[in-house]
C-alpha cells in the first residue's frame, strides 16, 4: 500500500517536472511561434541565479523565487530585443539563431563561472511513507509547479496584459491598428517566458544539481512536451506532461529505465503520428 | 584565345590560384615544423564532456611544456596537435584519421568515453600510428599498438568492493550507464561480487540523458541492499546524488562509485549531497607526497589557482605523455616499433599518483590505488592505500608479448 503511494507521488512528481520545464517554452513557441533552442540555458541560468547568490549569503528561497526569475526574465527581453525581434517569422534563421545563442551562453558560463560553483542541498528534510523514504521537496516542486500554472493561466485570462497578449499573438495587425505597442508586449511575453523557464530551472537546481552544459538534460523533453502538447499553453502544457509523465514512470517503476525512456519516445512518436498538430490541435481547442 | 585582362579573369584564376597554394598548405606547414615532435590529442573540449576534456588536455600541456623545459625530446621540441572532437564519437573517427594520414604523428594521447576509444583504436591499429588511452575504462584492451594507462576494474573494482563488502555487507544494488563502460563493469562486479562471498540484488542501466531517479530511489529502498555501487557518467547522472540525498537516504543507504569525483565533483556538489561516497582511483588532487604538491603546484602556475579539481582523468594523461617520452628516449627514436620494444621492456616513471610502471604483458599500468571518502569539505578523506597494483588480467588470458598479433578487447565471460 505505501509503495503504491510512493508510485503515485513519483508520477505526479514526474508530471510536474515537465510541466515546469516546458511552460515557458510553450509561452515563447506555443504563443510566439520561436523555436528557441536556448531554452534549456534559460533553465540552467535560473539555477546559477539561485545558487551563486545562495552561496553569497542570501535566503535559498529569495534567490530561488525572486532573483531567478527576475534576472533571467530581464535577460530573456534583452535576447527578444537584439536577437529573436530580428527574426519573426523565419523559422530556420530563429533556430540558427538561438543555437548559436546556446553555445556562446555556454562558453560563457564555462569561462566565466566554471565547472566548480558549488551547487545547493535540497531543503526541508524528507518524510516516511511507511517504510518508504520520500523527500519533501518533491511536494515543493509539485505545489510550485501548480501555482505557476494557475498563475499564467490567471494573468493571460484575466489580465488586461494577459488579455492583449494573446490578442496580438492572435492578430498583430489587428492589435496595432487598435493602439497597441506591439514590439512591448512581444518583449514582455519573451521575458516572462524566459523568466518562467529562469524559475523552472531555479526550483529544479537542488534536485538536478548546476552545471554549465545541464541544459541538455531539459531541453529535449521540453520540446518533446511542447510539440506534442500543441498551440494551447496551458492546456497542451498540461495534457502532454500528464501523458508523459504517466507513461515513462509506469513503465520504468514496472521494467527499467531504459524501457521507460524508450516507451516515452514512442509515446511522442506515435501521438504526433495520430496528431500532427499536438494534442490540443484536436481536444480542448477552445481555452489557453 | 587572347588574353584578355579583365576584371573577370583576373578574378578566376586568382581564386584558382589561392586554392592551388591553400591545398598545398598543410603539407607546407609540415615541412616547416619539420623540426618539432608532432604528438597528436583528441579531446572533448565542447558539449556535454567539457569538464573532463579540459582537463585532460591541461595536463597533456603540462607535460608538453614539462618536456620542452627540460631541453626537449632527442634534441627537438614538442608539439601537441589538438582536436575537438566535441563529445561526438563520429568526430572521433574524423580526426583520428586526419591525425594518423594526413598530421602524420609520432603518438596520439587521447579519448575519454570507452565508445570513442573503440571507434579509434581500429583506426590507429590499421594505420600503424601508436595510441594511448589515459582514461579509467572497463578493462580488457588487448591489442599491441594501444597502451591504456588507465585504471581497470581489476585495480578499481577489486580494492573498492572488498572494502565496501567487509564495512556494509553482501547485497549490492548496482545502478549502471547504459553502454560498453556501464555494461562491462556490471559484469566485472557480479565476477567480484561472487568471489567476495556478496551478491547483486539487482542492476539498473540508465541511458544517459535519464535524469529522473524517483522510481529507482523507490526500488533501492524496497530491495534494502547493503550498499549501491555507481557507474554514473554525465551531467544527468549527477542528479541522483541531489534527488537521493534529498529523499533522506544519504544516511541509510551507502553509496560506492566508479566514477563520482573524475569530474570535479567533489567541488560541486554540496557537501550535505556528497559526503560519504566512496571511491577508489589511481589518483586524488588530496593526495599527500611530495611529488603530488611538486605537480599541484606547477598546475596552479601554468592555469592559476582555481583549476579546479584534476583527478585521475588529468593525471593518467600527464603520467601517459611521460611514459610514452621516458619510452623514446629508451628506444632512442620515434620509430613505432623500437618505441614499443622500449615500452614492453619495463618502464617506469614517478607521476604525482607515485610509482607508474607499464606491464608489458598487458600494456596497461602498475600503480597505486588510493581509496577515499567523500568528506565534509569539499574534499576526499583517503582511508587506504593500495600499492603496485596490477592491471586486471585474470588467467593471463592478454599476453602481448607471447601473442603479439592480439587485437581484441576481452569481456568477462570469456575468462
Excluded at chain 1, 173 to 185: E, P, Q, S, T
Aim: glycine share 10%; with cysteine; proline share 4%.
Amino acid at each position: 500500500m505505501d509503495f503504491f503511494a510512493v508510485v503515485v507521488i513519483q508520477v505526479v512528481y514526474a508530471i510536474a517536472t515537465l510541466a515546469l520545464i516546458s511552460i515557458g517554452l510553450a509561452i515563447i513557441y506555443g504563443m510566439m511561434r520561436v523555436i528557441n533552442f536556448a531554452h534549456g540555458e534559460f533553465l540552467m541560468l535560473g539555477g546559477y541565479a539561485t545558487v551563486i547568490p545562495t552561496h553569497a549569503g542570501i535566503n535559498l528561497w529569495f534567490s530561488m523565487l525572486v532573483i531567478a526569475p527576475v534576472t533571467i526574465g530581464l535577460f530573456g527581453v534583452v535576447v527578444e530585443r537584439l536577437i529573436v525581434r530580428r527574426l519573426y517569422g523565419r523559422v530556420i534563421e530563429t533556430m540558427l539563431a538561438t543555437w548559436g545563442l546556446s553555445l556562446l551562453i555556454i562558453g560563457l558560463v564555462s569561462w566565466i563561472i566554471g565547472y566548480y560553483q558549488e551547487g545547493a542541498a535540497p531543503p526541508l528534510g524528507s518524510i516516511l511513507i511507511g517504510s518508504y523514504h520520500v523527500s519533501t521537496y518533491t511536494f515543493f516542486v509539485i505545489l510550485a509547479t501548480s501555482v505557476i500554472v494557475v498563475g499564467v493561466y490567471v494573468f493571460f485570462k484575466f489580465t488586461p496584459h494577459g488579455l492583449i497578449a494573446q490578442g496580438t499573438m492572435q492578430n498583430d495587425r489587428m492589435a496595432a491598428a487598435l493602439g497597441v505597442n506591439v514590439h512591448k508586449v512581444y518583449a514582455v511575453t519573451f521575458g516572462l517566458g524566459a523568466a518562467l523557464s529562469g524559475l523552472a530551472g531555479a526550483i529544479l537546481a537542488p534536485m538536478f544539481g548546476v552545471m554549465p552544459i545541464i541544459g541538455i538534460t531539459y531541453i529535449t523533453k521540453a520540446f518533446i512536451v511542447v510539440v506534442s502538447g500543441g498551440s494551447l499553453v496551458i492546456g497542451g502544457t498540461a495534457s502532454a506532461s500528464v501523458l508523459f509523465g504517466t507513461i515513462s514512470q509506469i513503465v520504468t517503476f514496472a521494467t527499467t529505465p531504459i524501457v521507460g525512456e524508450v516507451a516515452l519516445l514512442v509515446a511522442a512518436v506515435l501521438l504526433l503520428r495520430l496528431l500532427p498538430q499536438g494534442i490540443t490541435g484536436r481536444f480542448f481547442r477552445r481555452g489557453l | 584565345m587572347s588574353l584578355d585582362v579583365t576584371r573577370r579573369s583576373v578574378l578566376r584564376i586568382g581564386t584558382g590560384a589561392i586554392a592551388a597554394v591553400a591545398s598545398l598548405g598543410p603539407r607546407l606547414g609540415l615541412a616547416e615544423s619539420g623540426d618539432k615532435i608532432r604528438i597528436g590529442t583528441i579531446q572533448d573540449l565542447s558539449s556535454f564532456l567539457q569538464p573532463f576534456g579540459t582537463q585532460k588536455k591541461r595536463c597533456l600541456d603540462l607535460a608538453v611544456d614539462e618536456i620542452n623545459a627540460s631541453g626537449g625530446l632527442l634534441g627537438r621540441q614538442v608539439e601537441l596537435i589538438t582536436y575537438d572532437s566535441q563529445s561526438n564519437d563520429q568526430l572521433y573517427a574524423q580526426f583520428a584519421t586526419q591525425l594518423a594520414l594526413r598530421d602524420k604523428v609520432a603518438v596520439v594521447h587521447g579519448g575519454l568515453q570507452s565508445s570513442a576509444r573503440e571507434v579509434i583504436r581500429p583506426i590507429f591499429h590499421r594505420t600503424n600510428t601508436l595510441f594511448f588511452y589515459n582514461t579509467p575504462y572497463e578493462g580488457g584492451v588487448c591489442d599491441r599498438n594501444c597502451f591504456c594507462t588507465g585504471t581497470t576494474p581489476g585495480q578499481l573494482l577489486e580494492n573498492l568492493l572488498p572494502y565496501m563488502i567487509k564495512k556494509y555487507g553482501k547485497t549490492i544494488y548496482v545502478l549502471a550507464a547504459d553502454y560498453n563502460f556501464g555494461q562491462l563493469s556490471e559484469k566485472w562486479t557480479r565476477k567480484i561480487a561472487s568471489e567476495n562471498g556478496a551478491k547483486v540484488v539487482a542492476s539498473e542501466f540508465f541511458p544517459l540523458d535519464v535524469a529522473q531517479f524517483g522510481p529507482t530511489i523507490s526500488k533501492i529502498q524496497a530491495a534494502k541492499p547493503a550498499f549501491i555501487i555507481n557507474t554514473f557518467v554525465g551531467p544527468a547522472h549527477a542528479s541522483f546524488y541531489g534527488q537521493w540525498s534529498a529523499a533522506g537516504m544519504k544516511n541509510e543507504i551507502p553509496i560506492a562509485s566508479q566514477t563520482f569525483g573524475e569530474g570535479g565533483e567533489i567541488l560541486r556538489m554540496p557537501p550535505e549531497v556528497a559526503e560519504g561516497i566512496t571511491v577508489c582511483y589511481n589518483y586524488l588532487d588530496e593526495i599527500d607526497t611530495a611529488s603530488n604538491k611538486v605537480f599541484l603546484q606547477r598546475m596552479r602556475t601554468k592555469f592559476g589557482s582555481d583549476f579546479g579539481y584534476i583527478g585521475d582523468l588529468g593525471v593518467n594523461e600527464y603520467q601517459g605523455l611521460l611514459l610514452w617520452a621516458e619510452a623514446v628516449k629508451k628506444a632512442g627514436t620515434l620509430d613505432r616499433e623500437a618505441v614499443i620494444k622500449a615500452l614492453e621492456s619495463g618502464i617506469s616513471i614517478v607521476g604525482p599518483s607515485g610509482d607508474v610502471s607499464l606491464d608489458p604483458v598487458t600494456h596497461h599500468c602498475i600503480f597505486n590505488m588510493y581509496l577515499a571518502v567523500a568528506g565534509k569539505d569539499r574534499k576526499f578523506i583517503i582511508q587506504e592505500k593500495f600499492e603496485k597494483v596490477r592491471p586486471t588480467n585474470p588467467n593471463g588470458v592478454c599476453d602481448l608479448i607471447k601473442r603479439p598479433e592480439t587485437n581484441v578487447q576481452f569481456q568477462p565471460e570469456a575468462l
